[in-house]
C-alpha cells in the first residue's frame, strides 16, 4: 500500500510536468499490481505506459512494454496475443539496437511454441535467439538457449542425437563461463538419453561426468542424486543381464520345439 500511493503522488507530478518519467512510473505501477496478483490493473498499467512511449517514440521504451505486456499474456495463456506483443517488442528493439533484449524474446517466443508442441517452430526461435546473443557475446544465454534445444530434441524422443549435440554444445560454452551446475545438469541429461537405449557405458561415463562436475560446484544434494543414480543405473545393467540369461534357454527351447513341430507335420 505504501509502494502503490509512493507511485500514485509519482504519478500525479509526472503528468503535471509532462516529462520522460510519466511512462517509467506507469510502467512501475504496472509491476506492482502484476507482484499483487492483480493482473487486469497490469495490463491497464502496461497499455498506459506503451501509449506514452509511443506518444514520445520512444523505441526501448516501447521495446520494454510490449515485451512486458506479452509476459502477461503469456502468463494468462493467452498466447496469440502474448506472440503479437513480442513480435512488436522484437522490432522495437531491434530499432533501438538492443539485441540481447531482442534475443530474450525469441527465447520467450520459442518457450510459447514449445510449450504447445510446436517443435519446429520452437526450435526456429531458439536458434534466431542464439545468432543475436552471439552478437552481444552473451555466452551463458546461448549456452541456455542450445540446451532448450536439446531438451525438445529430447522430448520428441526420435531425435536423441541432436538432442546430445546441443547438449555437448552447451556443456562447451558453460565450460568457458564457469557454471558448473549447468555442466552437470546437461551431462545427466546425456546420461538419460543414453540409460534409455540401454547404452550403460555411455550412460555411466556421462553421470561420472555430471559428478565430478557437481562435486567442483560443492553441491551436496545434486552430488548425492547422481551417486544414487550411477548405483541405480549398475543394478538395472545387473537385471539385464539376468533377464538375459534367464530368456536364453526358453528360446532355445522354442527353437527345438519349432523343428520338433516341423518334423511332426
Given at each position: 500500500k505504501e509502494a502503490l500511493k509512493y507511485y500514485e503522488q509519482a504519478l500525479e507530478w509526472a503528468k503535471k510536468t509532462r516529462t520522460c518519467h510519466l511512462g517509467c512510473t506507469y510502467h512501475q505501477m504496472a509491476l506492482l499490481f502484476q507482484q499483487q496478483n492483480q493482473s487486469e490493473q497490469a495490463l491497464e498499467y502496461f497499455q498506459y505506459a506503451l501509449e506514452w512511449h509511443e506518444k514520445m517514440k520512444d523505441a526501448e521504451g516501447m521495446g520494454s512494454s510490449h515485451d512486458y505486456l506479452g509476459r502477461?499474456?503469456?502468463?494468462?495463456?493467452?498466447?496469440?496475443?502474448?506472440?503479437?506483443?513480442?513480435?512488436?517488442?522484437?522490432?522495437?528493439?531491434?530499432?533501438?539496437?538492443?539485441?540481447e533484449a531482442a534475443a530474450k524474446v525469441h527465447q520467450r517466443i520459442g518457450s510459447i511454441w514449445a510449450f504447445n508442441q510446436r517443435h519446429k517452430a520452437a526450435v526456429e526461435s531458439y536458434e534466431q535467439a542464439?545468432?543475436?546473443?552471439?552478437?552481444?557475446?552473451?555466452?551463458?544465454?546461448?549456452?541456455?538457449?542450445?540446451?532448450?534445444i536439446a531438451e525438445i530434441y529430447q522430448q520428441q524422443g526420435n531425435e536423441d542425437e541432436l538432442a546430445i549435440e546441443n547438449y555437448l554444445r552447451?556443456?562447451?560454452?558453460?565450460?568457458?563461463?564457469?557454471q558448473q551446475l549447468e555442466i552437470a545438469d546437461c551431462y545427466c541429461l546425456i546420461a538419460q538419453i543414453y540409460r534409455t537405449h540401454q547404452e550403460w557405458g555411455m550412460a555411466e561415463e556421462n553421470f561420472k561426468a555430471a559428478l565430478f562436475h557437481a562435486t567442483e560446484a560443492g553441491d551436496e544434494n545434486l552430488v548425492y542424486f547422481i551417486s544414487d543414480s550411477i548405483e541405480l543405473l549398475s543394478k538395472e545393467q545387473e537385471e539385464q543381464i539376468i533377464a538375459q540369461k534367464v530368456s536364453a534357454p526358453?528360446?532355445?527351447?522354442?527353437?527345438?520345439?519349432?523343428?520338433?513341430?516341423?518334423?511332426w507335420k
Open positions: 502477461a499474456y503469456q502468463e494468462a495463456k493467452q498466447y496469440e496475443k502474448a506472440l503479437k506483443h513480442y513480435q512488436k517488442a522484437f522490432d522495437a528493439y531491434e530499432q533501438a539496437d538492443l539485441w542464439i545468432e543475436y546473443f552471439e552478437q552481444t557475446e552473451s555466452w551463458g544465454n546461448v549456452a541456455n538457449t542450445h540446451k532448450c552447451a556443456v562447451e560454452i558453460y565450460a568457458k563461463v564457469e526358453s528360446s532355445e527351447k522354442q527353437g527345438l520345439w519349432d523343428k520338433w513341430m516341423s518334423w
